[in-house]
Nanobody, 124 residues
Framework: QVQLVESGGDSVQAGGSLRLSCAAS????????MGWFRQAPGKEREGVAL???????TYADSVKGRFTVSRDKAKNTLNLQINSLKPEDTAMYYC??????????????????WGQGTQVTVSS
């Protein structure tokens, strides 16, 4: 069983930066597709950034150029660098992992294991 624990969320001013981390433990191949998702109050969970087993990345249009996903295979962690934060980035951020090496899309329902989330709040 995979355990995922997110950290790094905070309350920041617009224009600021944050670095989120997700520590993975349990049975998890470092080559699995992993991703970051977010869910704002009253909205559906959406995928924002993915990284596959070949280190290829995918980003939602709303975050391209501002978010960077990376993986430290030695530490079994997934990171998300967030720059130029906007109030609309306010949400609970979750990491997740899929069983496939490839990332088949940003849809949350194709991911199998989820963390509990870390809150990001951006004020204007």
């Amino acid at each position: 069983q995979v355990q995922l624990v997110e950290s790094g969320g905070d309350s920041v001013q617009a224009g600021g930066s944050l670095r989120l981390s997700c520590a993975a433990s349990g049975y998890l191949s470092s080559s699995h597709c992993m991703g970051w998702f977010r869910q704002a109050p009253g909205k559906e969970r959406e995928g924002v950034a993915l990284i596959d087993g070949f280190e290829r990345t995918t980003y939602a249009d709303s975050v391209k150029g501002r978010f960077t996903v990376s993986r430290d295979k030695a530490k079994n962690t997934l990171n998300l660098q967030i720059n130029s934060l906007k109030p609309e980035d306010t949400a609970m951020y979750y990491c997740a992992t899929a069983l496939d090496v490839r990332c088949l899309g940003l849809q949350p329902d194709i991911f199998d294991s989820w963390g509990q989330g870390t809150q990001v709040t951006v004020s204007s």
